[in-house]
């Protein structure tokens, strides 16, 4: 059973860090494109960054020179460093698997983890 289990949110001040992380089952996982999305109250979920089994990256506007994803294929693995928090970074952090086309274009595949909440104060 195919599952993405996501790992490290939290309470922090603005200003501060914090880094996810989302463990994968199947070896699947090894060469799709791997993501972070967010859904913050009464708005769409939205992508936040996403990265190719080769290590190329995409990233939101808002968040480029802040975040910071990252993958083990190995260990099916796939990070989100997050620096530089701000309030309105406040959201439910999803992991997803998909495919990063060569323009840049992020499709979202039905594999979706728990979320993990980050909260970020001001």
């Known amino acids: 059973q195919v599952q993405l289990v996501e790992s490290g949110g939290g309470l922090v001040q603005a200003g501060g860090s914090l880094r996810l992380s989302c463990a994968a089952s199947?070896?699947?996982?090894?060469?799709?494109?791997r993501a972070w999305y967010r859904q913050a109250p009464g708005k769409q979920r939205e992508l936040v960054a996403a990265i190719t089994s080769g290590g190329r990256t995409k990233y939101a506007d808002s968040v480029k020179g802040r975040f910071t994803i990252s993958r083990d294929n190995a260990k099916n693995t796939v990070s989100l460093q997050m620096n530089g928090l701000k309030p309105e970074d406040t959201a439910v952090y999803y992991c997803?698997?998909?495919?990063?086309?060569?323009?840049?274009?992020?499709?979202?595949?039905?594999?979706w983890g728990q979320g993990t909440q980050v909260t970020v104060s001001s």
């Open positions: 199947g070896s699947i996982f090894s060469i799709i494109a």
């Open positions: 997803n698997a998909g495919t990063l086309s060569i323009s840049g274009t992020y499709s979202a595949a039905d594999y």
